[in-house]
Nanobody, 126 residues
Framework: VQLQASGGGLGQAGGSLRLSCAAS????????MGWFRQAPGKEREFVAA????????LYEDSVKGRFTISRDNAKNTVYLQMNSLKTEDTAVYYC????????????????????WGQGTQVTVSS
């Protein structure tokens, strides 16, 4: 599966951005999906994940209540709605696909995801 992330850009603190991740090559319903981010000089970190059915979501603590992950399997697309942006949200955001959709809990570790998009830059100004 090939993943294409888009929607990044410059946002203001307190504002909103919406990221999209479009899949091609295979149906997205075959995968649990995750969003990760990497700030300069830092390791890639988990942001959010959603099960293949869209019924289970998991969030990193610092984005709970501000970010919402969702998916539209008919459109082969996953979204990350980011509200109440903070300057510390500045990073390159990556979408990723985990083919092990039988997991009891969606995965948080980057090594659990086999396929990655190219990343989209999000910059939040104060």
């Amino acid at each position: 599966v090939q993943l294409q992330a888009s929607g990044g850009g410059l946002g203001q603190a307190g504002g909103s951005l919406r990221l999209s991740c479009a899949a091609s090559g295979r149906a997205l319903i075959n995968f649990n999906m995750g969003w990760f981010r990497q700030a300069p000089g830092k390791e890639r970190e988990f942001v959010a994940a959603v099960s293949w059915s869209g019924t289970e979501m998991l969030y990193e603590d610092s984005v709970k209540g501000r970010f919402t992950i969702s998916r539209d399997n008919a459109k082969n697309t996953v979204y990350l709605q980011m509200n109440s942006l903070k300057t510390e949200d500045t990073a390159v955001y990556y979408c990723a696909a985990d083919p092990q959709r039988w997991r009891m809990v969606v995965a948080q570790g980057p090594s659990e995801y086999d396929y990655w998009g190219q990343g989209t830059q999000v910059t939040v100004s104060s």
